[in-house]
């Protein structure tokens, strides 16, 4: 049934979008927005032999990746997941910070297809390898530095990864309210990063104004769990 529901899927989804996958040198599928606004940057960034590939983006939002699966390995093209750490609370089940004890994940991809894995400590533990499946890589949020912050979501990793940038440009952001109701109107960078997760819930309706804001800034760093999946890519 399982089988059926999928193929039901993937055949009202190419019904419905131009469904360039089929062609396509790498396949990258992203969750949101703010990934597709700054996907190219982030590849040029970081990954700049990627420009000379045809890549196929399909945003699929955070509950549908899955789905894909049996396309891609059918694909057999190298392909890209990035998605969500989406930790939840193991009591409540709902959203909060990775750090939170027993933390588990909500994600789908993470729990069923790679590294098939519920427990969030077990997800930032997990090798490379285990991000791996056939010809599919998983990418989700891990710490910029061994035992540093980590997001929960796309928004939180680059507020990590971008703590130093905000800090200096503050005054310059459309949402800079969004940081300064967490960490006052002079915080330094170690503030900014611990503060990441109620900042990006902040910010949860005003995904693409946040990617505007990091695209009329110089000088942004690529979130070490995208970085690592562009480069494995690029492979």
Partial sequence: ANGKTTLQFLAQYMHTHRCDMFFADRIILIEGTAERLLLR???????????????????????????????????????????DLDSVDPATKKRCAPDTGGALTS??????????????????????????????????????????????????AMIIANADMFARNLGTLALKNAFTS??????????????????????????????FDMVLTEGWTVPRYVREGLQWLMR
């Fill in 41 to 83: 940057a982030m590849i040029s960034k970081c990954a700049p032999e990627l420009a000379n590939q045809y890549i196929s983006i399909i945003e699929v939002g955070d509950a549908y990746a899955a789905r894909f699966k049996t396309l891609l390995e059918f694909l057999g093209v190298p392909a890209l997941v990035i998605t």
């Fill in 107 to 156: 994600n789908a991809t993470l729990k069923d297809w790679a590294p098939k894995l519920s427990e969030v400590k077990a997800l930032l533990q997990a090798p490379a390898e285990a991000k791996v499946c056939g010809n599919v890589r998983v990418a989700y949020e891990v710490p910029e530095a061994d035992g540093g912050p980590c997001g929960r979501s796309f928004e939180d």
């Fill in 182 to 211: 967490e960490v006052g109107i002079m915080p330094n960078p170690e503030a900014i990063a611990a503060a990441a997760f109620p900042i990006a819930e902040r910010l949860s309706r005003k995904k693409t104004d946040f990617a």
